[in-house]
């Protein structure tokens, strides 16, 4: 089982690396970025919702105690995540997007330690300090933040709303279907987007043409827009949460890291975006890092799911 869900959160890390430069395509159609996040959600919504009705209606019930969840979920680790990503990337390189948003782990460990209370290897918290040394390095804060400010404000707190990822997904109990929750999560991520996103302004005629950003090749529009919803959202979310429940957060967190790499590959051999030395050497220290605090708290018990009555479920 555990070779299984490794396999599985590489699966997704590769699909969730798409996102980013996927998303500059969209942007270079002119898209702004909660219109491609809007779409994004709403086509995967859709689809998932759509494909369960049909060949799994049961896993689309989710017991009405645990709608409080369902809210929290696609409000923080679904519509916030996408959302201030998305937005980070107008305003930075991707790769680098990518390496602020996985210092999540050092939000992990602080969440286990401080609310839930559980006493952590000296290595969790050696593992954090590396992480933020590395993502000092990566900004180059000796430069006076080289970068934009506004864009490594909406990278940090996409990186606070991914930690929250890893944490609900490993949080829920056997009363809700891992692929209902994802299927409602994206399709209320996308409800909720609606007053800032206003779908209605999308500029849709642009879909049908192609689109170049600085520095990349060209590619349809539309062909980008489908790998967006199919690959990178649908498959990658389910695939994620999937390896999460088998693996824990702190362990599928790990794996998930390396959509860092796999994201600055991508955006490189698409965008021609290529990180600089020191988002290089800042980079391997941050995954290094990263793991660290991971490897940390791998061991440690997960919180108990909860039924719907508000009793332990058995576990195993």
């Not at 809210?71 to 305003?91: H, K, S």
Request: with cysteine; hydrophobic share 60%; net charge positive.
């Amino acid at each position: 089982m555990r070779r299984a869900g490794l396999l599985i959160a590489l699966a997704s890390s590769l699909c969730f690396a798409f996102s980013g430069p996927m998303a500059k395509y969209l942007g270079a159609a002119g898209l702004a970025p909660l219109e491609a996040v809007w779409i994004r959600m709403a086509g995967a919504g859709l689809l998932l919702v759509g494909i369960l009705a049909v060949a799994r209606p049961s896993a689309l019930r989710i017991p009405r105690s645990r709608l409080p969840f369902l809210l929290a979920y696609a409000m923080i680790a679904v519509a916030g995540v996408q959302a201030l990503f998305f937005a980070a990337i107008t305003r930075l390189p991707v790769g680098v997007t990518l390496l602020i948003e996985y210092t999540s782990p050092v939000v992990v460990v602080l969440w286990v330690r401080f609310v839930r209370r559980v006493r952590l290897p000296r290595a969790a918290f050696v593992g954090a300090v590396v992480a933020v040394v590395g993502l000092g390095i990566v900004v180059e804060v000796w430069s006076g933040l080289a970068l934009d400010p506004v864009g490594l404000l909406l990278a940090f707190a996409a990186m606070t709303g991914c930690a929250g990822y890893f944490l609900l997904s490993d949080s829920f109990g056997d009363d809700i279907d891992p692929l209902g929750l994802i299927a409602w999560g994206l399709l209320g991520a996308a409800v909720a987007l609606l007053p800032i996103s206003r779908p209605w302004n999308i500029p849709w005629g642009a879909i049908s043409g192609t689109a170049t950003p600085e520095g990349g090749h060209t590619l349809p529009v539309v062909g980008a827009l489908v790998w967006l919803i199919v690959v990178a959202t649908a498959a990658a979310y389910i695939l994620g949460v999937l390896a999460i429940r088998r693996l824990s957060a702190a362990i599928g967190s790990t794996v998930a890291s390396l959509e860092v790499i796999a994201g600055a590959v991508v955006a490189w051999i698409l965008l021609g975006e290529a990180l600089g030395p020191f988002q290089i050497a800042g980079g391997v220290i941050v995954l290094v890092g990263a793991y660290l605090a991971q490897r940390a708290t791998a061991a440690l018990p997960a919180p108990v799911p909860v039924r719907e009555t508000g009793e332990p479920a058995p576990v195993g």
